[in-house]
């Protein structure tokens, strides 16, 4: 199967878009439903933000997985060398299982590198055993027990 791996960006971001859409709904978008090219600007401006790194595994024309990568700058004790951290990682179901998970995480490998981090972090759900196998065969080791805690609707 020919794919080939993407960087998220106001040209792509349609693709992007029609992704979410499937992901959300569990079937694609329709060619009348499909994305349109414009971008607006709080999702530019984040598109932009140099901290975030968004790739897509693109097949036929679409996008059929993605990870969601940003660099946490540090210092203190990291002497001034952050972590990436792996924010969302997502194959749609059809096509697990073919290794696309494992060559997006090498791309928070290659940007934790070109970053010179400290390492890598992510979250992962414990009744997810796929998904805490496959960051096992990433390399990745359970560090702690932790809460992941969330506050929604912060007024501005």
């Known amino acids: 199967m020919k794919y080939k791996i993407v960087k998220i960006n106001e040209k792509n971001y349609n693709l992007f878009d029609d992704m979410i859409f499937w992901r959300v709904n569990g079937i694609e978008r329709n060619d009348d439903e499909k994305s ?6 709080e999702i530019l401006q984040e598109l932009n933000n140099s901290n975030l790194h968004i790739f897509a595994i693109e097949i036929e024309h679409k996008f059929v997985a993605w990870i969601s990568l940003i660099y946490l700058p540090k210092v ?5 060398r952050g972590h990436i951290y792996v924010d ?3 194959v749609q179901p059809s096509y697990r299982r073919k290794g696309f998970a494992k060559e997006l995480m090498k791309k928070a490998e ?3 590198i070109a970053n010179n981090a400290t390492g890598i972090r992510l979250y992962v ?6 998904a805490l196998n496959l960051y096992k065969e990433c390399g990745f ?6 809460h992941f805690m969330e506050r ?5």
Request: hydrophobic residues 30%; charged residues 25%.
């Open 141 to 146: 080791k359970c560090d702690c027990s932790a």
């Open 125 to 130: 759900n414990k009744d997810n055993p796929t």
């Open 152 to 156: 929604d609707n912060i007024q501005l």
């Open 36 to 41: 349109i090219d414009n971008v607006n600007l």
């Open 76 to 80: 203190g004790k990291y002497n001034g």
């Open 88 to 90: 969302e990682l997502w």
């Open 110 to 112: 290659e940007l934790a």
